[in-house]
């Protein structure tokens, strides 16, 4: 599986983007999708997943309430809606996926593919 991450920019505190991830190379129907994020000096941590099959969410609690994450079938693509975005979001975004199982998958050993990041930068 391929994932290639987009739009990531810089926004205004308050303000709103929408992340991308198109996964290509194989199908992601028995997929969980996910995004996560990597702060400077800080440790990459999870933000939000999706099951590609049903489209049930799970979120960090961070960004719950403030974050939608939804898929499109035939565009075989993930979008992160960022909403009410804080300077603590500024990070570099990535979108991951595996193989769906019983559970949620939080942590990045349990992701083998990967796209490369998409920088989020929020100005205060």
């Known amino acids: 599986v391929q994932l290639q991450a987009s739009g990531g920019g810089l926004v205004q505190v308050g303000g709103s983007l929408r992340l991308s991830c198109a996964a290509s190379g194989r199908t992601v129907s028995t997929y969980l999708m996910a995004w996560f994020r990597q702060a400077p000096g800080k440790e990459r941590e999870f933000v939000a997943a999706?099951?590609?099959?049903?489209?049930?969410?799970y979120y960090a609690g961070s960004v719950k309430g403030r974050f939608t994450l939804a898929r499109d079938n035939a565009k075989n693509t993930a979008y992160l809606q960022m909403n009410s975005l804080k300077p603590v979001d500024t990070a570099v975004y990535y979108c991951?996926?595996?193989?769906?199982?019983?559970?949620?998958?939080?942590?990045?050993?349990?992701?083998?593919?990967w796209g490369q990041g998409t920088l989020v930068t929020v100005s205060s």
């Open positions: 991951a996926a595996d193989r769906s199982l019983a559970g949620w998958r939080t942590t990045v050993d349990e992701y083998r593919y």
């Open positions: 999706i099951t590609w099959s049903g489209g049930n969410t």
